[in-house]
């Protein structure tokens, strides 16, 4: 794949930053570690540096990988702690297609999901904080994704993230350090869907599980 995507330079080092991905929001400069907010045509210095420590790891940032017949490249990687550890969600793009998804990893458990519209859940429409208090282990919801049939999910997980460093280049403004709800339901076929609560938004992902053992690197 070649680089149609947008050249901007660093402002803290000067040194080039080509991105890999379009509608990138926050780029890790990959000269001076300083972390960018991209906007239209400008770069601006987050005033943060990545804070990442790498461990070992199946997927690495511009490495691609194939799972099912499909090549993704991971090109940004963000990590959240839940208080026991920290997942990782890595923002990787289908190459056939440039489509972006996340693919979560919890230790051994990944999974590739995309947003969805948050009307998909009843439930929302209420607003975040009667959702965040509904959001109980074992409760149940109903749920109406695209292209699906209405289904019956449960919630089971339930926590409390915080993002704790980026790396790469990742499609959404993140708040460093900012707490935020979570929640895992489950529907039929191995569906997932996840919700995440900060201050007031709500969003609402879907997915599934997928076994590491098939992903070839
Ligand atoms: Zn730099």
Same mark, same amino acid.
């Given at each position: %794949?070649?680089? *149609?995507? *947008?050249?901007?330079?660093? *402002? ?11 509608? !990138?929001?926050?780029? %890790? ?22 804070? $990442?420590?790498?461990? *070992?790891?199946? $997927? ?6 194939? @799972? ?9 990687? &963000?990590?959240?702690? @839940? ?8 923002? &990787? ?20 999901? #995309?947003? !969805? ?16 208090? #509904? ?17 019956? &999910? ?27 709800? @979570? ?9 997932? @869907? ?11 992902? #879907?997915?599934?599980? $997928? ?7």
């Amino acid at each position: %794949m070649s680089d *149609p995507f *947008p050249s901007h330079n660093c *402002p803290s080092c000067g040194g080039a930053i080509d991105l890999h991905a379009p509608d !990138i929001r926050i780029a %890790m400069c990959p000269h001076c570690g300083s972390g960018l907010f991209l906007e239209d045509d400008t770069v601006k210095n987050l005033g943060v540096k990545s804070t $990442i420590v790498e461990t *070992p790891s199946l $997927i690495k940032l511009f490495q691609p990988f194939h @799972y099912q017949n499909t090549s993704y490249l991971p090109v940004g990687q &963000v990590r959240f702690d @839940y208080g026991r550890g920290f997942w990782d969600e890595w923002w &990787v793009l289908d190459q056939k297609t440039g489509q972006g998804q996340w693919l979560s990893v919890d230790e051994g458990d990944y999974a590739l999901e #995309q947003a !969805i519209d948050i009307d998909c859940l009843a439930a929302a429409s209420q607003g975040a904080e009667a959702l965040r208090q #509904q959001l109980k282990h074992g409760t149940t919801f109903n749920l109406k994704a695209p292209k699906q049939s209405a289904e019956t &999910v449960r919630v089971t997980e339930r926590g409390e993230g915080k993002c704790i460093g980026f790396a790469g280049e990742i499609p959404e403004l993140l708040q460093l350090n900012e707490s935020f709800d @979570y929640a895992h339901l489950s529907g039929a076929q191995q569906r997932l @869907y996840t919700v995440e609560i900060s201050g007031t938004e709500i969003q609402l992902f #879907q997915g599934y599980w $997928i076994d590491p053992f098939l992903i070839k690197v």
